[in-house]
């Protein structure tokens, strides 16, 4: 075996659905500045009043959906991680979680005391934000800075385009686009509006319906929204669906702060109001299931949608431990540009 390591990282996860666990995970993920970009104090003021209340509602959300295993989202980017051992031949492949455990500082540790020098990092996260392909590029940086590791690293780059990634999508959803539905809803998960604007120099984003389809190469490098857009549009085009089959919505809103639009409760109440009664949904914006898929979109946007008149809500699986996904990893992180 060599020694150039692949390191996985997914958002992350609590330890359990106590609610104590659960304010710790939320306390960890809210006060990162990439996630709410506010200055500290502020920051902390605001964390402070979510977590007096929300760690209880999250966890009965996370009780809701919790495997025998663990967390779903974990035990799913576990199996992940055994598959792509089959396929990365180069060196070992370590799982990290940006939040709560293992996490990027342990999973570093461990390939640092293996020899390696080498790693590339893969954010699993299709499209480009701050706040989350940023945030794990710069949290593995801290922790070569502070622990002195002698580490070069490959970063996977943002993949919503690439043709890998579009058709292990269209793998893993063309049986249940095989079957009989009235409408197709891809729903990413939301971001507010002022992360966008923060990264785009050229004034461009949210300028009009057509923002994200004419935005120059500059802007959608890191414009989150632009980026769905294009995955959603290519997953169309791959699997021949008309316009009128399929549209694209934002989920996971937090907080007063205006999101990018449209929202996925609101394109809920709408399908159903238009006579959609069997309703698709994916959500390409996480490779694997998790509270957002499984309980947002699984259990109360399925109550959500049959309150407004729809019948059915099929919640189309993430890419998981797909082999269709596998295969398209391994070949996305072999071609990762070097970053020294």
């Known amino acids: 075996m060599s020694n150039h390591a692949l390191l996985l990282v997914n958002l992350g996860s609590p330890a359990s659905t106590e609610v104590a666990d659960v304010?710790?995970?939320?306390?960890?993920?809210?006060?990162?500045?990439?996630?709410?970009?506010?200055?500290?104090?502020?920051?902390?003021?605001?964390?402070?009043?979510?977590?007096?209340?929300?760690?209880?509602?999250?966890?009965?959300?996370?009780?809701?959906?919790?495997?025998?295993?663990?967390?779903?989202?974990?035990?799913?980017s576990r199996r992940l991680q055994a598959a792509m051992r089959a396929q990365w031949t180069q060196g070992p492949v370590e799982l990290a979680m940006r939040y709560g455990e293992p996490s990027i500082e342990t999973a570093l540790q461990r390939l640092a005391a293996q020899g390696i020098q080498q790693v590339t990092l893969a954010p699993l996260y299709p499209q480009f934000a701050d706040s989350t392909t940023t945030t794990v590029i710069e949290e593995a940086r801290r922790v070569v800075r502070a622990a002195n590791l002698d580490m070069r690293f490959s970063i996977l780059a943002p993949f919503?385009?690439?043709?890998?990634?579009?058709?292990?999508?269209?793998?893993?959803?063309?049986?249940?686009?095989?079957?009989?539905?009235?409408?197709?809803?891809?729903?990413?998960?939301?971001?507010?509006?002022?992360?966008?604007?923060?990264?785009?120099?050229?004034?461009?984003?949210?300028?009009?319906?057509?923002?994200?389809?004419?935005?120059?190469?500059?802007?959608?490098?890191?414009?989150?929204?632009?980026?769905?857009?294009?995955?959603?549009?290519?997953?169309?085009?791959?699997?021949?669906?008309?316009?009128?089959?399929?549209?694209?919505?934002?989920?996971?809103?937090?907080?007063?702060?205006?999101?990018?639009?449209?929202?996925?409760e609101s394109r809920l109440a709408e399908l159903a109001?238009?006579?959609?009664?069997?309703?698709?949904?994916?959500?390409?914006?996480?490779?694997?299931?998790?509270?957002?898929?499984?309980?947002?979109?699984?259990?109360?946007?399925?109550e959500q949608f049959q309150a407004a008149g729809g019948e059915s809500l099929q919640l189309v699986p993430c890419l998981n431990d797909h082999p269709s996904w596998v295969a398209a990893l391994k070949t996305l992180s072999e071609r990762a540009p070097l970053m020294l």
């Open 160 to 264: 919503y385009d690439q043709p890998e990634y579009i058709e292990a999508l269209a793998d893993s959803a063309r049986p249940y686009l095989e079957q009989d539905f009235d409408h197709l809803l891809l729903s990413f998960h939301g971001l507010p509006e002022r992360h966008l604007r923060k990264l785009d120099p050229a004034k461009h984003c949210l300028k009009g319906p057509d923002c994200c389809r004419t935005a120059p190469p500059q802007v959608l490098a890191t414009c989150y929204r632009a980026q769905c857009m294009r995955s959603a549009a290519a997953f169309a085009e791959r699997m021949g669906l008309r316009p009128e089959q399929w549209s694209v919505s934002f989920q996971s809103r937090l907080g007063r702060d205006k999101w990018i639009e449209p929202y996925t």
């Open 23 to 76: 304010r710790r995970y939320l306390n960890q993920f809210l006060m990162d500045p990439y996630v709410v970009d506010l200055p500290w104090p502020l920051r902390r003021l605001l964390v402070s009043l979510i977590l007096l209340k929300r760690p209880a509602a999250s966890a009965h959300a996370y009780a809701s959906i919790w495997w025998a295993e663990g967390s779903p989202l974990v035990v799913l």
């Open 273 to 302: 109001g238009q006579g959609v009664k069997k309703l698709l949904v994916m959500c390409p914006a996480f490779v694997a299931d998790c509270i957002e898929t499984l309980e947002e979109i699984g259990d109360r946007g399925l």
